[in-house]
């Protein structure tokens, strides 16, 4: 019997993101969180690293070795990266890989098309998982926040990952309508790289764009007006620089895709139905996913709605959490997986 859980308790959850793969084990909750980055040896075609060790090395390898992040907007840009990632994440977690195959539920973006799908399920099985599940990032980040997905109520979740942006109207444990846009964290700090070309004549990092975010980024004026020094390339000397900027540069620089964001939420609500609408102005909006972090980023969706928007404690892990739950009550919550296509 001992054996029999053991084999029970090895199944999991993959959050797999374009910036964070969260791995989520049944009886032991989330027990990794590394970046969605492997550097490879191109002459050798070997790994050399994954996740944080792999991110340290984006904008600084020798020419032999590249960085990859092989999830892009949500999606798997490289399959057979994508692959070897999950099959290093999976054995890292999952030791006697020899003795029991997991089952594996994998949260993707709720605009993904079949042949995506496809991918990602495939990509499980070449990583060593005895079945794979889908669940829509949306439902699953829902979960995650607690929310009451299976009562006739409305129940609404703002998902900002890295890659994309998730909103959806959840009701009866279904999705009643979604919307998925290819806009996150990865395109505010392409708007910051952008600005720092375009008004200061200075080539970023992907990484200094990032930290820039994160330090003095923001969605709407924070009252104090902070500064950051920023090191890059001079695009016309080709010197190393040092430049200044203020936290309302940053926010006019990221002005259009948080713009987007915006809309997204706006179009959804415009296509809800009346009833659930009046469900939503009590209970609000569950904002989560590491974009929804950035500074004063609650407070622009409660202006620009006027709706209750209330940002999940554990806004980060939400997905991979919710995820988690359904393995740990697969019997209960299987009707919010993906079904499989039939054949």
């Not at 060593?128 to 599940?133: F, L």
């Not at 996150?184 to 975010?213: C, H, N, P, V």
């Not at 404690?313 to 991979?320: T, W």
């Amino acid at each position: 019997m001992g054996s029999k859980l053991a084999f029970l308790g090895r199944d999991m959850a993959v959050d797999l993101g374009t910036a964070n793969t969260l791995v989520y084990v049944r009886g032991r909750g989330i027990v990794l969180n590394e970046p969605s980055v492997v550097a490879i040896n191109t002459t050798t075609g070997k790994i050399v690293a994954v996740g944080i060790e792999a991110k340290r090395m984006i904008g600084r390898t020798p020419g032999n070795i590249v960085a990859i992040r092989p999830l892009k907007d949500g999606v798997i840009a490289d399959f057979d990266v994508t692959e070897r990632m999950l099959r290093y994440f999976i054995q890292r977690v999952h030791k006697r890989s020899h003795f029991a195959k997991p089952r594996i539920i994998v949260a993707v973006p709720s605009g993904i098309t079949g042949v995506e799908q496809r991918a990602v399920k495939e990509a499980g099985y070449q990583a060593g998982a005895r079945r794979v599940y889908i669940i829509e990032e949306p439902m699953a980040a829902a979960i995650g926040a607690r929310l009451p997905v299976h009562e006739p109520t409305g129940n609404m979740v703002v998902d900002i990952g890295g890659g994309t942006t998730e909103v959806a109207i959840i009701s009866m444990g279904g999705i009643v309508t979604s919307q998925s846009i290819r806009v996150g964290g990865d395109e505010l700090d392409q708007a910051i790289i952008a600005f720092a070309k375009k008004e200061y004549s200075l080539m970023l990092g992907e990484r200094t764009a990032e930290e820039i975010k994160i330090a003095i980024g923001s969605a709407c004026p924070m009252g104090d007006d902070c500064h950051a020094e920023i090191r890059g390339r001079d695009l016309v000397t080709g010197l190393p620089k040092t430049i200044v900027v203020s936290a309302d540069e940053i926010r006019k620089a990221t002005e259009e895709p948080l713009k987007s964001i915006i809309d997204a939420v706006k179009s959804t609500l415009d296509k809800c139905p009346p009833e659930l609408s009046g469900d939503l102005m009590d209970r609000g909006v569950a904002l989560t996913g590491g974009g929804a972090l950035l500074k004063g980023m609650d407070d622009r969706l409660r202006d620009e709605t006027g709706m209750p928007i209330h940002l999940v404690e554990n806004a980060l892990d939400s997905v991979a959490l919710g995820s988690g739950k359904c393995v740990e009550e697969f019997e209960v919550l299987q009707q919010v997986l993906v079904p499989e296509p039939r054949h």
